[in-house]
């Protein structure tokens, strides 16, 4: 499974560390680890998932792969700036939102849009017509996050529900 984690590139303590708690039990159940390759969330998710063996893939604003954080592995330079959010998300099979700015606001609709399941920690609650919109599922740990995240995996792979958006393409996950 290939799990989006995102998030601003700047973050409060409590907010690194809930990024880096993401990233360790992502790896912990061997999800591969998809962000914007920078710092901030993007940052310590990858250091937690690294820390723990996991494999992280960074979808890079910029024309080089330098750019990229110390703990990502498959760094990707688009040259596409911050278009490259909607590159993140549809690589994935489910999104976690970590705090987040007006970027992160952006990869919550792409990923909505397109039907991939978001679990968000701290992170942005939408309304329609004045009412709440409970697409977004709510978090209140990094271990509720992961679990909802991989929850919600199984169900689209479940009799009945649709494929998470990799296996549509065949690469499986």
Do not use: F
């Not at 498959?74 to 987040?100: F, W």
């Amino acid at each position: 499974m290939i799990v989006a984690v995102i998030g601003d590139s700047t973050q409060s303590a409590d907010t690194g560390k809930a990024a880096e708690r993401v990233g360790e039990l992502l790896a912990g159940h061997g999800a591969v680890v998809i962000c914007g390759g920078l710092t901030g969330v993007m940052e310590s998710v990858c250091r937690g998932a690294k820390s723990k063996g996991g494999l992280t893939i960074g979808i890079l604003p910029g024309d080089t792969p330098e750019q990229a954080n110390p703990w990502v592995d498959i760094p990707i330079a688009t040259g596409v700036g911050y278009a490259r959010n909607m590159a993140v998300v549809k690589s994935a099979d489910a999104v976690i939102a970590v705090g987040g700015g007006y970027g992160t606001l952006t990869e919550i609709a792409y990923a909505l849009k397109r039907g991939v399941p978001v679990v968000g920690l701290n992170t942005w609650s939408i309304s329609r017509n004045g009412q709440e919109d409970t697409s977004i599922a709510r978090a209140i740990s990094p271990e509720d996050a992961v679990d909802k995240v991989i929850a919600l995996s199984r169900q689209q792979n479940s009799p009945g529900g649709a494929p998470p958006p990799n296996q549509r393409h065949g690469r499986g996950s």
